[in-house]
């Protein structure tokens, strides 16, 4: 199929075969990386704006790395140092990038539906790296792509996602990319820490809730864990972390339940010893470096598509 999206806001939408198409890309991206030279010349002369309202290292870095992989010219602009801090509004915020002449927007803010606003207002292609609890596209497409790289075709694959469902972007986005593959998904937390319609059956297809961890890793294909976004403390949702590791933290016991060889993801940042043990996190089973990687290939072929290059 041929590509005609001009943003990339989620993947709640897409079919299989748009789904399919940017994997097939991002594995000719592996491809360009493994080169000595880990460099093309696709988007020359284009401009890539990197627009960080909320913090971030390995999503902000990986679109930067994946641009100057390329040859796109790039210009940053994030929350701290910026006018932003000084109460520049979004629309404002918007006319400068227009004012900048950019040909693709990437946007990370802790609004969800920001990157809406945005595509609505530029004429430039927008990329969400992730709104609010909302969205987070390109992870759901680098963590396709690990799982089908390690497991091969998704059919019939079981993946849990282990943890803080509530308010992962990521966990939405995995939903919306790996079902549509043919994964089922098993979702494992605790119950505060899921959507309410969710935990009361009201599940996506293709998605079921099991509460007990041991349970629901056991037989599975694949694991993915889930950041405890430790501020959630604060509103009463866990009674401590101690009791969350060992109710729910991926340990060498839990990953013993899984299919042999089943892999191991995390988006990152890690709680090791909290939502992963560090034995686990650094062991045979993880891919969390390979998502890394993953990661620059996923952005590269979104550039890619979104340029229009041939």
């Keep these: 199929m041929t590509w005609s999206r001009r943003h990339v806001l989620a993947t709640d939408d897409w079919s299989r075969d748009e789904i399919e198409l940017v994997l097939q890309q991002s594995e000719a991206m592996l491809e360009v990386l493994g080169r000595p030279m880990r460099r093309t010349p696709a988007l020359r002369g284009r401009t890539v704006v990197l627009f960080f309202a909320e913090a971030s290292t390995r999503t902000r870095m990986s679109f930067e790395l994946a641009a100057k992989a390329l040859s796109a010219d790039t210009s940053m602009i994030t929350g701290s140092g910026s006018s932003i801090e000084k109460g520049e509004t979004l629309f404002d915020t918007v006319r400068t990038l227009e004012a900048l002449g950019a040909d693709i927007v990437v946007m990370r803010h802790s609004a969800a539906g920001a990157p809406y606003f945005v595509a609505e207002r530029v004429s430039s292609a927008v990329i ?11 992870q759901g497409l680098l963590d396709a792509l690990t799982l089908r790289t390690a497991l091969g075709d998704l059919d019939g694959k079981r993946v849990v996602i282990l943890g803080d469902v509530l308010h992962s ?10 079902v549509p593959l043919g994964a089922h998904l098993t979702l494992s937390g605790p119950p505060t820490l899921m959507p309410s319609a969710w935990r009361c059956g009201q599940l996506p297809a293709g998605v079921t809730f099991e ?5 629901a890793l ?10 405890l ?9 866990l009674p401590s972390l101690r009791e969350y590791a060992l109710t729910w933290g991926l340990s060498e016991a839990r990953v013993a339940r899984m299919r042999p060889d089943a892999p191991v993801l995390h988006p990152g940042p890690m709680n090791e010893g909290v939502e992963i043990d560090a034995a686990v996190a650094h062991g045979p089973r993880s891919l969390i470096e390979r998502q890394v990687t993953n990661g620059v290939a996923v952005r590269m072929a979104l550039l890619h598509l979104l340029a229009g290059t041939p």
Excluded: C, F, K, Y
Excluded at 128 to 138: C, L, R, S, V
Excluded at 218 to 227: C, H, K, Q
Excluded at 229 to 237: F, K
């Design 218 to 227: 056991d037989g599975a294909d694949a694991v993915i864990a889930l950041r």
């Design 128 to 138: 969400n790296a992730g709104d609010g609890w909302h969205a987070h596209p390109t």
């Design 211 to 215: 509460e007990d961890a041991d349970r």
């Design 229 to 237: 976004q430790r501020e959630r403390m604060d509103a009463g949702l």
């Design 169 to 178: 972007r990521v966990a939405r986005s995995d939903i919306h990319t790996l």
